[in-house]
């Protein structure tokens, strides 16, 4: 191992967990115990704070220093680090602004080689939605392919994997944004063969190589590829908002409805409150208003009066008995 990328490793090593034996270390490194010293010793005249540790196996710790030392990253690091610095923006926490000068400032220091492959990567964030949890992950490299056919404005072939339907499916689209929320990725795009504007989820998506020919791109509906997700993701074609919204009398005080309210409204009316939720569908909303477990009362709309009598036909049925909605 040619000594730059061992010291690089090294420093990998030191940083994973808090003690490291010598012994560990070369054998990890497949090198003698002195050549462990001298990169030891390297490492300190570049300024990380290494401290010998004490014990029968005797070794080394990485501890924080007075300065900051130079920082050295890996292909992969790099990543991790443009997507942990965007994703930022979105946190809820003032310091988008910090995130992006951090950004530009990492960049600077970086080789020709990793600087483009930071560049290539390019996407928006949407903010954290409750009650949605990532369940697969996406490669770095596959990220790097699919924002580069974006920022190269190229039309892109993949095999696109749905769960229950066979053999993946080769799917032929323009790429327009790459969209992450929940520590989920989705590429939205132009579906060249269905016609129409589709959103894919990344960790199913296989790019194929070469990239296609060069294409204009279409306005994404509504201007914004965040809020056009956003919207899909509530059930609405149109703007990011639930396509069914209603309100309930609630006979249970506003403090112990607030917590469970998600992106709902409530109002304090004393004893009990009124409630206002969104959802996909009516049913789908009466529903959601059942879970507080509590007498209510429907202030409107008249279709959520009829979900709810839809609904208590299906519990009735469900149960065995019979309910004849008023």
């Given at each position: 191992?040619?000594?730059?990328?061992?010291?690089?490793t090294?420093?990998?090593?030191?940083?994973?967990?808090r003690?490291?034996?010598?012994?560990l270390?070369?054998?990890?490194?497949?090198?003698?115990?002195?050549?462990?010293r001298?990169?030891?010793?390297?490492?300190?005249?570049?300024?990380?704070?290494?401290?010998?540790?004490?014990?029968?196996?005797?070794?080394?710790?990485?501890?924080?220093?007075?300065?900051?030392?130079?920082?050295?990253?890996?292909?992969d690091?790099?990543?991790?680090?443009?997507?942990?610095?965007?994703?930022?923006?979105?946190?809820?926490?003032?310091?988008?602004?910090?995130?992006?000068?951090?950004?530009?400032?990492v960049?600077?220091?970086?080789?020709?080689?990793?600087?483009?492959?930071?560049?290539?990567?390019?996407f928006?964030?949407l903010?954290?939605?409750?009650?949605?949890?990532?369940?697969?992950?996406?490669?770095?490299?596959?990220?790097?392919?699919?924002?580069?056919?974006?920022?190269?404005?190229?039309?892109?072939?993949?095999?696109?994997?749905?769960i229950?339907?066979?053999?993946?499916?080769?799917?032929?689209v323009?790429?327009?944004?790459?969209?992450?929320?929940?520590?989920?990725?989705?590429?939205?795009?132009?579906?060249?063969?269905?016609?129409?504007w589709?959103?894919?989820?990344?960790?199913?998506?296989?790019?194929?190589?070469?990239?296609?020919?060069?294409?204009?791109?279409?306005?994404?509906?509504?201007?914004?590829?965040?809020?056009?997700?956003?919207?899909?993701?509530?059930?609405?074609?149109?703007?990011?908002?639930?396509p069914?919204?209603?309100?309930?009398?609630?006979?249970?005080?506003?403090?112990?409805?607030?917590?469970?309210?998600?992106?709902?409204?409530?109002?304090?009316?004393?004893?009990?409150?009124?409630?206002e939720?969104?959802?996909?569908?009516?049913?789908?909303?009466?529903?959601?208003?059942?879970?507080?477990?509590?007498?209510?009362?429907?202030?409107?709309?008249?279709?959520?009066?009829?979900?709810?009598?839809?609904?208590?036909?299906?519990?009735?049925?469900?149960?065995?008995?019979?309910?004849?909605?008023?």
């Amino acid at each position: 191992m040619a000594s730059t990328s061992r010291l690089l490793t090294l420093l990998s090593l030191l940083q994973t967990r808090r003690d490291w034996p010598g012994a560990l270390l070369a054998e990890r490194l497949d090198i003698s115990h002195r050549t462990v010293r001298r990169d030891v010793d390297t490492l300190r005249e570049m300024g990380y704070s290494i401290r010998a540790t004490m014990g029968p196996d005797g070794g080394y710790r990485l501890d924080a220093g007075n300065e900051l030392p130079p920082l050295l990253f890996d292909d992969d690091q790099v990543v991790a680090l443009a997507v942990a610095l965007k994703a930022a923006t979105v946190s809820g926490v003032a310091i988008e602004e910090a995130a992006l000068r951090a950004l530009t400032t990492v960049r600077q220091v970086m080789p020709s080689r990793l600087r483009h492959r930071l560049d290539a990567l390019e996407f928006e964030a949407l903010a954290a939605a409750p009650g949605r949890a990532a369940s697969a992950s996406v490669t770095p490299n596959a990220l790097i392919a699919l924002s580069a056919a974006v920022r190269g404005r190229e039309v892109l072939r993949f095999d696109y994997v749905r769960i229950g339907e066979g053999d993946p499916a080769l799917r032929r689209v323009e790429p327009h944004h790459l969209i992450t929320s929940n520590a989920l990725w989705y590429l939205v795009a132009w579906d060249l063969e269905k016609n129409g504007w589709r959103i894919f989820r990344a960790d199913r998506i296989r790019p194929r190589t070469p990239t296609g020919p060069r294409f204009t791109p279409r306005q994404v509906p509504g201007g914004d590829a965040r809020g056009f997700v956003a919207a899909r993701f509530k059930g609405s074609v149109r703007a990011d908002e639930w396509p069914c919204r209603g309100t309930v009398l609630l006979d249970l005080p506003a403090r112990d409805v607030v917590p469970f309210a998600g992106d709902g409204v409530v109002e304090d009316l004393g004893e009990r409150c009124s409630l206002e939720l969104g959802s996909w569908s009516w049913v789908g909303l009466a529903a959601s208003f059942a879970r507080f477990d509590a007498p209510m009362r429907v202030v409107g709309p008249p279709e959520l009066a009829s979900a709810f009598a839809q609904l208590a036909g299906r519990y009735a049925s469900a149960s065995g008995g019979e309910v004849r909605p008023s």
